[in-house]
Each structure stands twice: as structure tokens, then as C-alpha cells.
């Protein structure tokens, strides 16, 4: 059990555009989701924390109109790039908490902007 | 606040060397401890967790043992495979929430 996944995997997309990453929990309900980025060699960087049914709290020095975060229900949270860049080129990795409050980890977007 | 300290990689080893990745943590209250593994291009896979002081996590040969009076939760196993590189990371979770602090990581070759 736990597992969960995200979709796509890989992603190219154009400089200007936005792109959208899902993030499900398959076999259990997750009240809490967390969305980190990680550069290559680096550790992972914890972007922001989402509670089902609320605004995602957002990590200092993460533009939240620039990468929105909805967790709409217990299985799901999507983080949307918008306006993407080549800065914004990066591993976007999500996790999900259940009521133990151990995290499950997704295995990871690939996002490269053009 | 929390905090995680990797031993600095990378590491490079030859086939069933003997492996320590050493972590030491600052934390309030008692926190929990865990190792994930990342193989290239995945996410993280929990490898092993310890949730009070003196629990010892294994899993898959490896093993560490949450030591509160030197605030560690050193990695070990007996003899690694090429199959083991891969990057490693510690991390603390407070007793309340979700919120996990990682550690640097530290990326292990493991050679035939």
C-alpha cells in the first residue's frame, strides 16, 4: 500500500506556457501533500505544504502566483508552472501524508522549459 | 530549528565493501529518523525508519540505529552491491505534523 504517483513523468514545454503536474494517492487518503523541487546533485527543497480543502502554504521565497497548488480532494493535488521559464527547469517531486503522518513519495516530473 | 548533516560524497566503493554514511541531527523534542533512497531519475523510496531513541531500522542489508546521546542515525551495510548506488538521505520528522528536514544527501557508487 501507499503508493502514489504523478503524471507526467516528462514534460517539455515552451517558454510563455503553463504546465500542469498531477499528484495522486492510489490506495489511502492523503490530508496532506507536500511539493518539493530538487536541482540536479542537490537535496530536495520543500516548495509548499497542501491540506485538502485549503490554500497551500508556500515555503519562503516560493512565488505562489507562479506555481499554484490545488489539493481538491483526498487523492488528489496538481502543481501548475505558470509562465514557465528555463529557470524553472527542474524535478518536481510530490509526497502525501496519511493519518500516521508519514510521508509517501511520488516518483517524480521531469520538466524541462525550451 | 531542525536540522540534518550528511557526511559529504560522493562515496565510491568496490563490491561487498563495507558501507557508513554517517548523519547527525538538531532537533527539539523527539524526533523521528528515517533513510530514503533515490535511484537516478526516481523519487524517493523510504528505506529504513527509527521513531525512539536506541530503535534500530533495517531493510534490504542496510541498518542504523537512532542514537539520541550523539544525536546520530549513521547508515551501515555489511557489503554493498552495484545495485546499492544510488543517492541516500537522511532525514527527522518532529513528533507532531508531516513536515520532514532532509539532509544533503550523499551519492554512493558502488563498483563491480
Known amino acids: 500500500g501507499a503508493v502514489v504517483s504523478q503524471h507526467p513523468s516528462r514534460v517539455i514545454c515552451k517558454s510563455g506556457t503553463s504546465v500542469k503536474i498531477e499528484c495522486r494517492s492510489l490506495?489511502?487518503?492523503?490530508?496532506?501533500m507536500f511539493w518539493y523541487r530538487q536541482f540536479p546533485k542537490q537535496s530536495l527543497m520543500l516548495m509548499a505544504t497542501?491540506?485538502?480543502?485549503?490554500?497551500?502554504?508556500?515555503e519562503q521565497g516560493v512565488e505562489k502566483d507562479k506555481f499554484l497548488i490545488n489539493h481538491a480532494s483526498l487523492t488528489l493535488s496538481t502543481l501548475t508552472v505558470t509562465s514557465a521559464h528555463p529557470e524553472d527547469s527542474s524535478f518536481y517531486i510530490c509526497?502525501?501524508?496519511?493519518?500516521?503522518?508519514?510521508?509517501?513519495f511520488g516518483p517524480g516530473t521531469r520538466l524541462t522549459v525550451t | 530549528g531542525n536540522s540534518v548533516t550528511q557526511m559529504e560524497g560522493p562515496v565510491t566503493l568496490s563490491e561487498e565493501a563495507f558501507l557508513t554514511i554517517n548523519c547527525t541531527y538538531t532537533?527539539?523534542?523527539?524526533?523521528?529518523l528515517f533513510w530514503y533512497v533515490q535511484y537516478p531519475g526516481e523519487g524517493l523510496q523510504l528505506l529504513l525508519k527509527?521513531?525512539?531513541?536506541?530503535d534500530k531500522g533495517s531493510n534490504k542489508g542496510f541498518e542504523a540505529t537512532y542514537r539520541k546521546e550523539t544525536t546520530s542515525f549513521h547508515l551501515e551495510k555489511g557489503s554493498v552491491q552495484v545495485s546499492d548506488s544510488a543517492v541516500y538521505f537522511c532525514?527527522?520528522?518532529?513528533?507532531?505534523?508531516?513536515?520532514?528536514?532532509f539532509g544533503e544527501g550523499t551519492q554512493l557508487t558502488v563498483n563491480p
Open positions: 509526497s502525501a501524508s496519511r493519518i500516521d503522518y508519514e510521508q509517501y
Open positions: 490506495d489511502f487518503q492523503a490530508t496532506t
Open positions: 497542501s491540506n485538502e480543502g485549503s490554500k497551500a502554504t508556500y
Open positions: 532537533a527539539t523534542g523527539y524526533p523521528s
Open positions: 527509527a521513531t525512539k531513541a536506541d
Open positions: 532525514a527527522l520528522k518532529e513528533t507532531s505534523g508531516s513536515r520532514l528536514t
